[in-house]
């Protein structure tokens, strides 16, 4: 996500970075393609323009430009602005006396039907009780959608009769209490655009329903379309924030760097991808260290705990400490890794490696290939990887679609996987001093 703006934006502090002492021309060298670059990522004007002074005003001080490392300092600022730019600090729900409700309001098209269902799940995983209400009746293919959507993370979808959303609403939250959900998520209709009777409908069921968070699904992939519809929504129906769809898919950005300055809204949740489970937690700093190339560690470490159990995660460190690790270890470590989303995805937020991989492309397929191996032996094989003699190894070829080359392969790169954690819980990890092992909490 956000490629080109990355890519724009890395480039024009790039000569700063590495250099110590800056001038002022140097400085609005580089504030002229930060504006270009959030220009042509579709960001407000009025946004971008107020966003460079305020960088430029800041890296002109005099602590920046007397100190030994002003290109650092100037990167760090455009961190904290961007940080800024999108809302300090995380928003979260609000949550009242159940059932609390929360309101989806959109345009059509802008993925507000799969959004309630990634919300519910993502809720639920949050350990409360929800429960959907398909309040669309101007699209009837979305109730059925949404009940499919329910069907598949099974999770109650309340379906009324008649024509009219009000009274869906109030039987929906009255169905949903009588259920004992603690979260009601309304999905309400939707036009191809913003339009009298849309405002009057929504007005009518917020009315009715009394939410505790109404929420604007908007899709990033419409640029400075999707603020335009954002204040013609704010004028008519007052929203507490903002759910941006299809960001997996924007390079851009604008909409996710204009919508909080212009509406003063917050962005609390983004799509990331088409996947139910693929709906994160806005997190500003986080965003902003993306989109500077710096990786996003916070967000890795969430993504690990929650892929892997507790007690997974516990034996297969004990075993990896011993130098133990078996092709076992490998497939439990290899579910955990699918479980954290796509490889390339994952492997972007590490600090440095977004960059490379940037022309690389990160085959899947691979890692398939490789599972394949690992099934096709036996558990007595998968445990004691010594047994495994060219005859053995002939079968596994054979039983997985693959050559003893890429058998052999993967046998010996199992072979130094386990040295490595040997020596890392000796403490001894090659390329690294004594001291980060330490601070990482390693003995």
């Known amino acids: 996500m956000f490629d080109t703006l990355s890519d724009r934006l890395q480039a024009a502090l790039g000569d700063l970075r590495g250099r110590g002492r800056l001038d002022e021309e140097a ?3 580089a504030m002229r393609e930060i504006r270009l670059a959030l220009l042509e990522a579709d960001v407000n004007f009025q946004v971008v323009k107020e966003f460079v002074a305020t960088v430029k005003e800041r890296a002109l001080g005099q602590e920046v430009l007397k100190s030994l490392t002003a290109g650092q300092q100037v990167v760090k600022i455009v961190h904290e602005e961007l ?7 995380d928003s979260k729900l609000a949550f009242g006396k159940p059932p609390t409700v929360i309101l989806l309001a959109g345009l059509q098209g802008s993925g507000k039907t799969t959004a309630t269902a990634k919300l519910a799940l993502y809720l639920r995983k949050e350990k409360h009780t929800p429960f959907m209400v398909a309040a669309d009746l101007q699209r009837p293919a979305a109730i059925d959608q949404l009940e499919q959507l329910g069907r598949q993370i099974q999770i109650p979808v309340f379906r009324g009769e008649g024509d009219d959303p009000v009274r869906v609403v109030r039987d929906g939250i009255a169905a949903a209490r009588a259920a004992s959900a603690d979260v009601v ?9 913003v339009d009298e009777a849309l405002m009057d409908e929504l007005a009518a069921v917020r009315a009715e329903a009394k939410p505790t968070n109404v929420l604007l699904v908007l899709d990033s992939m419409t640029g400075q379309e999707a603020v335009t519809v954002a204040l013609a929504f704010q004028e008519r129906v007052v929203f507490d924030g903002v759910i941006m769809t299809k960001l997996d898919g924007d390079a851009r950005g604008g909409a996710a760097l204009s919508v909080k300055a212009v509406t003063g809204k917050p962005i609390k949740f983004i799509s990331v991808g088409e996947k139910l489970d693929q709906l994160e937690v806005f997190h500003p700093d986080r965003m902003a260290s993306r989109i500077l190339g710096m990786g996003d560690v916070l967000s890795l470490i969430e993504k690990a705990e929650e892929a892997a159990a507790d007690e997974d995660q516990a034996a297969l460190e004990a075993r990896m400490r011993a130098g133990e690790f078996t092709f076992d270890d490998f497939l439990t470590s290899y579910k955990m890794l699918r479980r954290m989303g796509p ?4 492997m972007s937020m590490i600090p440095g490696v977004g960059k490379q991989l940037k022309d690389i492309d990160v085959n899947e397929r691979d890692m398939a290939r490789v599972e394949a191996i690992v099934l096709s032996m036996t558990p007595q094989e998968r445990g004691m990887p010594h047994l495994i003699n060219g005859p053995r190894r002939q079968r596994i070829a054979n039983g997985s679609g693959t050559s003893i080359q890429q058998v052999n392969q993967l046998l010996q790169a199992r072979k130094q996987m386990a040295k490595m954690m040997k020596q890392m819980g000796k403490g001894k990890m090659p390329g690294l001093p004594p001291e980060l092992m330490q601070k990482s909490g390693r003995r």
């Not at 940080?83 to 600090?89: C, D, E």
């Open 343 to 346: 490889l390339k995805g994952v």
């Open 27 to 29: 400085i609005s060298r």
């Open 83 to 89: 940080t800024a730019l999108m809302g300090t600090g």
């Open 185 to 193: 998520i309304l999905d309400t209709a939707g036009r191809l655009h």
